[in-house]
């Protein structure tokens, strides 16, 4: 298959755009010249994840969401990044497995998956640790499909159910319905969660929730939607409390503050009444400490990189 065909008229995602982005850009921001903003070894990522080697990080530019409260707002919507080859992106994979990375960690990949599929079949005969596909959740089903036998392991956020919600602060009315859908096709993709002997992840679904101040109950409706859609040996959960007040926060009152622990704990009882296992985050994680450091050179990111 051309893979670089799909950017002709592109509907990766659910925006759907249909635009040519070999002449223009989508409402991701990007059109066909492949951009990430950093690369490396990625050591905050759930345990089974990093492990004690690090996650082989890549972060792409450009994002077919528009959240208020993105850590990453940088290089998601503020055109921070530069352009390196199909070739070179498959040579970042292959470095990364030298430098002993426990799986590739495409970060935020979704509007470049056609160039990502394309630089994984150039490493194909020789890249033996799992790809992991580490997205927003707002993916069309008909894009997930083209990541078998490509992906192994599928990172997906599910921020909301409220349709509202997701309007007023990622500017998708329709993240829930399609997110869910998404997700179902992950898990037939990836199958059940399975570990190496190091309790390194080798193949599943781990879905990551972020409590917003002010949303514990959609939290929560949520939290009861994936208990009664997915049996508990299928995906594993990340309950995340790291949300951080961004300066785009500054006008919405409910965002300009932290998850408070009574929110982040009453979603948690949520998440143990259906016996999942997974991933509890502390909440000393809500600091932007922990947002990496990106960059518009590819000559500077190489000395940054691990």
Same mark, same amino acid.
């Given at each position: 298959?051309?893979?670089?065909?799909?950017?002709?008229?592109?509907?990766?995602?659910?925006?759907?755009?249909?635009?040519?982005?070999?002449?223009?850009?989508?409402?991701?921001?990007?059109?066909?010249?492949?951009?990430?903003?950093?690369?490396?070894?990625?050591?905050?990522?759930?345990?089974?994840?990093?492990?004690?080697?690090?996650?082989?990080?890549?972060?792409?530019?450009?994002?077919?969401?528009?959240?208020?409260?993105?850590?990453?707002?940088?290089?998601?919507?503020?055109?921070?990044?530069?352009?390196?080859?199909?070739?070179?992106?498959?040579?970042?994979?292959?470095?990364?497995?030298?430098?002993?990375?426990?799986?590739?960690?495409?970060?935020?990949?979704?509007?470049?998956? #056609?160039?990502?599929?394309?630089?994984?079949?150039?490493?194909?005969?020789?890249?033996?640790?799992?790809?992991?596909?580490?997205?927003?959740?707002?993916?069309?089903?008909?894009?997930?499909?083209?990541?078998?036998?490509?992906?192994?392991?599928?990172? #997906?956020?599910?921020?909301?159910?409220?349709?509202?919600?997701?309007?007023?602060?990622?500017?998708?009315?329709?993240?829930?319905?399609?997110?869910?859908?998404?997700?179902?096709? @992950?898990?037939?993709?990836?199958?059940?969660?399975?570990?190496?002997?190091?309790?390194?992840?080798?193949?599943?679904?781990?879905?990551?929730?972020?409590?917003?101040?002010?949303?514990?109950?959609?939290?929560?409706?949520? @939290?009861?939607?994936?208990?009664?859609?997915?049996?508990?040996?299928?995906?594993?959960?990340?309950?995340?409390?790291?949300?951080?007040?961004?300066?785009?926060?500054?006008?919405?009152?409910?965002?300009?503050?932290?998850?408070?622990?009574?929110?982040?704990?009453?979603?948690?009882?949520?998440?143990?009444?259906?016996?999942?296992?997974?991933?509890?985050?502390?909440?000393?994680?809500?600091?932007?400490?922990?947002?990496?450091?990106?960059?518009?050179?590819?000559?500077?990111?190489?000395?940054?990189?691990?």
């Amino acid at each position: 298959m051309d893979h670089l065909r799909l950017l002709k008229q592109c509907r990766l995602c659910p925006r759907q755009c249909g635009i040519d982005r070999t002449k223009t850009k989508g409402f991701c921001g990007e059109g066909d010249s492949l951009r990430i903003a950093r690369w490396g070894r990625h050591y905050w990522e759930e345990p089974c994840i990093s492990g004690k080697e690090g996650s082989g990080t890549v972060f792409f530019c450009g994002c077919s969401l528009k959240c208020v409260f993105c850590q990453n707002y940088e290089i998601s919507q503020q055109n921070t990044g530069y352009e390196i080859s199909v070739q070179e992106l498959a040579d970042i994979f292959l470095s990364l497995q030298q430098k002993g990375a426990n799986n590739i960690n495409l970060v935020n990949p979704t509007h470049f998956v #056609p160039q990502i599929l394309c630089a994984l079949d150039i490493v194909k005969d020789n890249l033996t640790i799992p790809v992991v596909y580490n997205c927003g959740g707002y993916e069309r089903a008909e894009t997930i499909r083209l990541l078998e036998g490509y992906v192994d392991i599928f990172l #997906p956020d599910l921020k909301y159910f409220d349709s509202e919600l997701s309007l007023k602060y990622s500017k998708a009315k329709d993240y829930f319905d399609n997110a869910i859908t998404a997700i179902k096709e @992950m898990v037939k993709i990836a199958g059940k969660p399975e570990f190496d002997d190091r309790g390194i992840l080798q193949k599943g679904v781990i879905i990551r929730h972020l409590v917003l101040p002010g949303s514990r109950k959609d939290s929560i409706q949520l @939290m009861d939607i994936i208990g009664e859609t997915f049996s508990k040996d299928k995906i594993l959960i990340s309950l995340m409390s790291q949300f951080t007040p961004t300066k785009n926060c500054n006008n919405i009152k409910e965002l300009s503050r932290r998850t408070t622990t009574f929110e982040y704990n009453s979603v948690i009882k949520a998440v143990e009444k259906y016996g999942f296992e997974g991933y509890i985050q502390q909440k000393s994680s809500a600091d932007d400490v922990y947002i990496p450091q990106f960059f518009n050179d590819k000559k500077v990111t190489f000395f940054h990189n691990d």
